[in-house]
């Protein structure tokens, strides 16, 4: 790989990780690195990063880190199996934001089949009745 995309790509997992459970746009990227004229390279670089399970992108178009997803899964999981559910006032809680950024965290985990939606609460998928 070029050493710029090299150097992208570590700025880019570098930020990620930073970020914490806190999703991040691609404009977001480039004015916090100063990047503006590279959109389209951090673009590919963000898709790559994407097709190695680095990174996640989530429904509102933002990303997170693969591990930090990891953290959120193992979180959520344990609240859910502690407590019967899961809703967005205790999602705030364990993500550390509000509902704008956590809802396309936990329709990612809907999506993938970790949680499922049932009224106000997620509940983990695998203990609902026919799943």
């Known amino acids: 790989m070029h050493t710029e995309h090299q150097t992208l790509l570590h700025q880019i997992l570098n930020f990620a990780e930073e970020s914490g ?6 404009g977001k990227f480039c004015k916090f690195h100063r990047h503006h004229g590279n959109k389209k390279k951090i673009e590919k670089v963000i898709k790559f990063l994407c097709s190695q399970n680095q990174l996640i992108q989530l429904g509102d178009g933002r990303f997170i880190s693969s591990k930090k997803m990891d953290e959120i899964k193992a979180r959520i999981s344990d609240h859910i199996k502690s407590n019967g559910g899961l809703t967005i006032q205790e999602s705030k809680v364990i993500l550390g934001q509000g509902r704008n950024r956590g809802i396309p965290i ?11 939606r049932v009224g106000n609460i997620r509940v983990l998928r695998e203990d609902v009745e026919g799943f």
């Open 21 to 26: 459970y806190r999703s991040f746009s691609i």
């Open 106 to 116: 936990l329709d990612y985990l809907d999506t993938i089949g970790i949680t499922t």
